[in-house]
């Protein structure tokens, strides 16, 4: 019972400490990460509330799997292929330069043993994806040239991660356990990465779909933690990083109609997780190894960085890159990572170095990683003012000029008429028949509910100039609309109304344009009818176009007057002259 007290208590403290830190230093230009360092260091080594920090960050380490989840679905196959050189060009440069550099500074400075040199200087050229991706998504800019670059570099990194892993055993001492032969590992890794790619491309979907039938959401949350947490446990087997798995599991869901309500409901998670790793990497931070060592960590985190900025500025600038974006993305890396803890813990484990040189490198890392956000800050100063940057339009199927809100009869035959115009559609509809019978006519609808705010982010709304509210029930549209109002009030709206009264409701609330379902419908029936009469279809287009015009005319004067306003320019009678002959019979007069 009192282990129970404890960890809520512990959980209520983490928890407040992101709630008061994060606001804090985002309204003060430092941003969240930094803030969540921060209150680890003030709860864990300056004030003691909480004192398991590397098993809270053990656990937290599934905000950096789960934020490897969602990068995966951000990204197709197809553009993932067209950043090969840059994964495998530029990160590949980045690591090998780096690593050989630091590790040669380590040698010289005298660092215990050429094989611990190795692994040290390596694992410092690795950089947080956790740290720079959180700050990319914060300012904005994972979609740009520079973020796209950034992240090419991480990807190459979390790939590096599994032979330098397989080089401590063999740079190690003999003793222990037999280790795996280095080709039996890598035909594990290969097929659990084969089987990971064979079950997404034939089983994660229908698996989906099968859920989302059932409109069980919490089924279909349970589901997606499930594959995001299986395909992670199942790289670790492999011996390769649980967030290459989650990497993986997302890139196979990327051109899913399912993907941004897996995007919004990983989200929280995500974001929670994510927040507590980095409160858990201050409540590591061991300040007597700092105290013991302050003139080394003094000297050593300023030139770790130092050197790692200036590789990869240079990097950069031969890879093409311009100056703006090489500063930034030296601005952006030049820390140490999340796997060079357990990269050092495992060295030491091996024998490579002393539990105390492994403590030290952790402090340094721990040290680069805070002082991030304010290198990231300062790189403004070496860069020229912003001018308009050029933002790669790759959204993935989200951010498009319209998104569609309901995919009924009404929303495909608008999207047809988008589409022929050369306009980009994003659409999101809750139906999965619907998905399904579209997705055999080439269409590219996601599943997802308009009416919830995180959904709406995911699917780009945020870039979209219009958004097409088309659903069918009026009471689901007036949700909508006043979300997106609330929420997004600078979005143009253009909606599909119900009847008459839910029009002037619509334009009461401000709806920039909205069409009732039947009324072109029922002009152009009219229309035809009279042509099938006799009439000619001139005459016949310019009566259909009169009843338009007074339809809309009367629909301003009841938005002013009230709905019983504008009778008199209802046609009760047969407009003179008459289209053919008189009636038979007398027609009866509608009172006003």
Known sequence: MSDTHAMLTDTIVLLGGATLAAPIFKKLGLGTVLGYLAAGVLLGPVFARISDGEQILSVAELGVVLLLFIVGLELKPSRLWQMRRDIFGLGSAQVIVSGSVITAVLIWGGFP?????????????????????????????????????????????????????????????????AQTPALVSLGIAVLAVGGLITAGRYLLTPLFQTIASTGAREAMIAAALFVVLGSA??????????????????????????????????????????????????????????????LLILVSVPLLMAAKAAILYATCRIAGSSHEDAVKIAALLPQGGEFGFVLFTTAATAGLFSENVASTMIAVVTLSMALTPLAVRLAGRFIAPPQDEVIDEDFEGAGADVLMIGFSRFGQIAAQVLLAGGSEVTVLDTSAERIRQAARFGFRIYFGDGQRKDVLISAGIEKAKIVAVCTQRKETTDHVID????????????????????????KARGVEYELRETLESGLKFGRKTLEGLGLGQEQAMAIGDDIRRRDAERLEIQAAEGISAGLHMLHSRPVRPEPLTKPKRQVEEIED
């Open 113 to 177: 043993g050429w094989q611990g040199a190795v692994i040290a200087g390596f694992g410092l050229a690795l950089s947080s994806t956790a740290f720079a991706l959180q700050i990319l998504d914060d300012d904005g800019d994972t979609n740009t040239r520079y973020g796209q670059r950034s992240f090419s570099i991480l990807l190459l990194q979390d790939l590096a991660i599994v032979p330098l892993l397989a080089l401590i055993p063999a740079f190690g001492s003999g003793g222990g356990e």
């Open 233 to 294: 446990a199942l790289m670790q087997f492999a011996g390769l990083s649980m967030a290459m798995g989650a990497f993986l599991a997302g890139l196979m869901l990327a051109e899913s109609s399912y993907r941004h309500e897996l995007e919004a409901d990983i989200e929280p998670f995500r974001g929670i997780l994510l927040a507590v790793f980095f409160i858990a990497v201050g409540l590591s931070l061991k300040l007597d190894v700092i105290a013991d060592h302050w």
């Open 483 to 506: 979300l997106i109002q609330s929420e997004f009030p600078n979005v143009r709206i253009f909606a599909r109304s119900y009847d008459r009264v839910h029009s002037l409701s619509l």
